[in-house]
Structures are given as structure tokens and as C-alpha cells.
Nanobody, 119 residues
């Protein structure tokens, strides 16, 4: 299973971006999916997660500004980011739990997409 993230870029403070992450390969079922971010010199932190049935969880710093969603038919997770702030600047990574036909769960990471918010 591979995760391909896209949608990062440079945006001014107050602007919006939409990230996408598509899973591909020998997929049986994708359960939880999520977005994490890592700013320069800092650890990787959770941004938002979403279960297969659509239950969501957000970091306090992005609540009310970011929205995570998914399309199970396309094995894709999205992150709509509004009212962006310079402190949102980071490499954003998608994450997914894949369950095999033998009920084994594996966790995968995407390659990361850079989001830069200018003040």
C-alpha cells in the first residue's frame, strides 16, 4: 500500500489550502486515516484523524479552521485548511491503517507535502 499526498504550497495568512492523500496498491480495507504535521526542528504532531465511518478528531490548534474528510470508494482522505496561520507552516503527512484480508493491520505513512504560510 502506498499513500500519495498532494495539495501543499505557499499561501498567505488567512488563506486556504486543500490537501489530498490517496491510497493505492493491494488494498483490502482502509480503516482510520489521518493527517500529521512536522514543523522544522519539532516533533511530528497529530492534526486530525477520521474513522472509516466518519468520526473525526482534531488537535486543539486547528479546531474550527481545518476539516478532515474521506472518500472510502476512492481510498482518499482530505484536509481542508482555512484561516491559515504562519504557525501552520510544516510538512504535512497522511497516515492510514490498512487491514488485510487476514485481519492484519499495518500502518502506512505518505511522503509528506510542504505547507508554507507567509505572514
Amino acid at each position: 500500500v502506498q499513500l500519495q499526498a498532494s495539495g501543499g504550497g505557499l499561501v498567505q495568512a488567512g488563506g486556504s489550502l486543500r490537501l489530498s492523500c490517496a491510497a493505492s496498491g493491494s488494498i483490502f480495507r482502509i480503516n482510520g486515516m489521518g493527517w500529521y504535521r512536522q514543523a522544522p526542528g519539532k516533533q511530528r504532531d497529530l492534526v486530525a484523524t477520521i474513522t472509516r465511518d466518519g468520526s473525526t478528531n482534531y488537535a486543539d490548534s486547528v479546531k474550527g479552521r481545518f476539516t478532515i474528510s474521506r472518500d472510502n470508494a476512492k481510498n482518499t482522505v482530505y484536509l481542508q485548511m482555512n484561516s491559515l496561520k504562519p504557525e501552520d507552516t510544516a510538512v504535512y503527512y497522511c497516515n492510514a491503517d490498512h487491514v488485510s484480508r487476514w485481519s492484519q493491520t499495518y500502518n502506512y505513512w505518505g511522503q509528506g507535502t510542504l505547507v508554507t504560510v507567509s505572514s
